[in-house]
T-cell receptor
Framework: DAGVIQSPRHEVTEMGQEVTLRCKPI?????LFWYRQTMMRGLELLIY????????DSGMPEDRFSAKMPNASFSTLKIQPSEPRDSAVYFC????????????????FGEGSRLTVL | GEDVEQSLFLSVREGDSSVINCTYT??????LYWYKQEPGAGLQLLTY?????DMKQDQRLTVLLNKKDKHLSLRIADTQTGDSAIYFC?????????????FGSGTQLTVLP
């Protein structure tokens, strides 16, 4: 199993540029999450998809952020235009379907995309 | 909402035991997890405990849950340099769904030789 695959691993860009981060979840997982990690704010949930449908995007900072999941094996997180305060490590995670009531909670994380906006 | 508190840093000598503590506010959590994040990597599930348990042991790891005090701890016996990482206390609400996880701020464990 390849695990959750994210790209790029590192991105350095200038303020105002568009940034697209990509994620391939583990095959068979039906939930996908985008998190942002910074020293100041820790780990923040940005958006959550279930069966390719966005369920909760209340963590998305503002309209500059958008996320899509066109199919079960691919998701993107886009920032347009980017700002220096968007600098962070962005994690994608996936989880399998719940088999039993009350089961769950294990997330499988990718290695993250470290974004630096100058 | 749920509030999960952890101390930010812990240093121990190699071979000693490490104890990482976590306190929380919402008693409806059903699952309580410890995730580990090694440098430059994503988080990995280390162990978990159901809310109806007091203790769980898994090799060098011991998880203790005190529901009355809303306190969770992770003890690592015979700590090794490879245990140096950030450890996150994570709580799941009653549904147990991954979408309802609340993460603590993480405790940076440094193991000194």
């Amino acid at each position: 199993d390849a695990g959750v695959i994210q790209s790029p691993r590192h991105e350095v860009t200038e303020m105002g540029q568009e940034v697209t981060l990509r994620c391939k979840p583990i095959s068979g997982h039906n939930s996908l999450f985008w998190y942002r990690q910074t020293m100041m704010r820790g780990l923040e949930l940005l958006i959550y998809f279930n069966n390719n449908v966005p369920i909760d995007d209340s963590g998305m900072p503002e309209d500059r952020f958008s996320a899509k999941m066109p199919n079960a094996s691919f998701s993107t997180l886009k920032i347009q235009p980017s700002e220096p305060r968007d600098s962070a490590v962005y994690f994608c995670a996936s989880s399998p379907p719940l088999r039993l009531a009350g089961e769950g909670g294990e997330l499988f994380f990718g290695e993250g995309s470290r974004l630096t906006v100058l | 909402g749920e509030d999960v508190e952890q101390s930010l840093f812990l240093s121990v000598r190699e071979g000693d035991s490490s104890v990482i503590n976590c306190t929380y506010t919402d008693s409806s959590s059903t699952y309580l997890y410890w995730y580990k994040q090694e440098p430059g990597a994503g988080l990995q599930l280390l162990t978990y405990i159901f809310s109806n348990m007091d203790m769980k042991q898994d090799q060098r790891l011991t998880v203790l849950l005190n529901k009355k005090d809303k306190h969770l701890s992770l003890r690592i016996a015979d700590t090794q340099t490879g245990d140096s990482a950030i450890y996150f206390c994570v709580l799941a609400l009653s549904s147990g769904s991954a979408r309802q996880l609340t993460f603590g701020s993480g405790t940076q464990l440094t193991v000194l030789p």
